[in-house]
């Protein structure tokens, strides 16, 4: 995708990512906390089903639509966690995750227009990003690692909420 980009643009266009992925990771834990939470993910397995869908997720054939197969795939598979088919009202836990993993494209558009805007008119990757297919491919790609980053968080959380009930 950035084949026709210098060393110095791709370094810098990288840099602009993580920085503005960096300004959203807060919030994207606040969902992280509310859904873990939601379901009460620490009491159902002392296992963590994260680690799976995780290692999946970075593999490096991995696809928002792959990792979200995977997750609903856990849902009626024999000897999955609970925590997979968890739930409060009617819905499910696995499909309030897929929902979620699918809200993380808007975080994706905003992280993309961000970028654009930080980016001064006379530089060089202004032109860039300021292509349609390349947006198209930067969000598809920012996408994909807010929803890694997600799944790590998730499974830290789930760690963490089991390490938690081990004191109450």
């Not at 970075?58 to 997979?84: M, N, R, T």
């Not at 696995?94 to 699918?102: C, G, N, R, S």
């Not at 006379?122 to 890694?148: C, G, R, S």
């Amino acid at each position: 995708m950035r084949d026709n980009l210098d060393s110095f643009s791709r370094q810098q266009l990288e840099f602009r990512i993580q920085k503005a992925m960096g300004e959203q990771i807060d919030d994207i834990i606040d969902r992280i906390n509310t859904i873990a939470e939601k379901f009460s993910i620490g009491n159902e397995d002392k296992k963590s089903p994260f680690r799976n869908v995780l290692s999946n997720a970075v593999s490096p054939s991995a696809s928002i639509a792959s990792i979200k197969l995977f997750i609903q795939c856990q849902i009626g598979k024999s000897g999955a966690s609970p925590i997979w088919s968890k739930r409060i009202g009617n819905e499910l836990f696995a499909t309030a995750l897929v929902l979620q993993i699918e809200q993380l494209i808007e975080d994706a558009n905003t992280i993309v227009k961000y970028i654009r805007k930080s980016i001064p008119k006379n530089n060089p990757l202004n032109n860039y990003v300021d292509n349609a297919n390349n947006q198209k491919e930067l969000t598809k790609e920012i996408h994909l690692k807010l929803v890694q980053l997600y799944l790590g968080y998730l499974a830290r959380k789930h760690t963490a909420l089991v390490g938690e009930g081990k004191f109450k």
